[in-house]
């Protein structure tokens, strides 16, 4: 079972419609980031948090660390908003250089 | 400020070759990750370099090896290479002041080197 499950794996809505991806994480924590990947391969950090809510224009990211859960919501999604969305760890003990990522999920917005 | 750059952007190696990437970090940042990233293993997480040592590892085989120079540029090295091994390496830079097992501060990464072995 990998450590930081993610779903869904794909998901394809409209454009304006409110999206919403789930990771569960399996080991202690000392923070927990969401990842995006574009098309050729680059990877952007979106977030960064340890505890509560986070948000940046139209993305927002909450953690519940006691359910060991994250969401990304993403508000009046845009199709510039296609890409892969990783969720990834920074397991107890560890800083951010040492991450374990979650399988990510393909976010295709269609206008 | 520039950001975290890797040279090159693609190559191709046959079977049993070395291969070596270059990978130079945002100005000031002294901590390197590198990552693999195939299709079927998803993103994993290599090495990890700081002030040209070897702070953590994951789980890959001695094949795989890394070193970082005085001014925080990283390099990995594959030797004899596997089809296997076809994939991007990504790597990237993180502001650690040292003293302590990693940084808290966000991971700024490069845009990739993909490897592909015939």
């Known amino acids: 079972k990998n450590e930081v499950e993610q779903s869904p794996q794909n998901l394809t809505a409209q454009e304006g419609e409110f999206i919403t991806i789930n990771c569960s994480y399996s080991?202690?924590?000392?923070?927990l980031h969401w990842l995006q990947q574009h098309p050729g391969g680059g990877i952007v950090s979106l977030f960064m948090?340890?505890?509560g809510k986070k948000k940046h224009g139209r993305l927002i990211a909450t953690i519940n660390i006691q359910e060991k859960h994250s969401s990304l919501h993403i508000t009046a999604s845009h199709p510039r908003d296609s890409a892969v969305y990783i969720c990834?760890?920074?397991?107890?003990?560890?800083?951010?250089?040492?991450?374990?990522f979650g399988t990510g999920t393909r976010l295709t917005i269609i206008p | 400020k520039a950001g975290v750059t890797q040279t090159p952007r693609y190559l191709i190696k046959t079977r049993g070759q070395q291969v070596t990437l270059s990978c130079s970090p945002i100005?000031?940042?002294?901590?390197v990750s590198w990552y693999q990233q195939t299709p079927g293993q998803g993103l994993q997480f290599l090495f990890e370099?700081?002030?040209?040592?070897?702070?953590n590892k994951g789980n890959f085989p001695g094949r795989f090896s890394g070193r970082q120079f005085s001014n925080s540029r990283s390099e990995m090295n594959v030797s004899t290479l596997e089809l296997g091994d076809s994939a991007l390496y990504l790597c990237?830079?993180?502001?650690?002041?040292?003293?302590?097992?990693?940084?808290?501060?966000?991971?700024?990464f490069g845009p990739g080197t993909r490897l592909t072995v015939l």
């Open positions: 990237a830079s993180t502001y650690d002041i040292g003293g302590g097992v990693g940084s808290y501060n966000e991971q700024f």
């Open positions: 080991v202690g924590i000392s923070a």
């Open positions: 948090l340890s505890s």
């Open positions: 990834a760890v920074s397991p107890t003990n560890f800083g951010n250089e040492k991450l374990t």
């Open positions: 100005s000031g940042h002294r901590s």
């Open positions: 370099y700081f002030s040209e040592t070897q702070r």
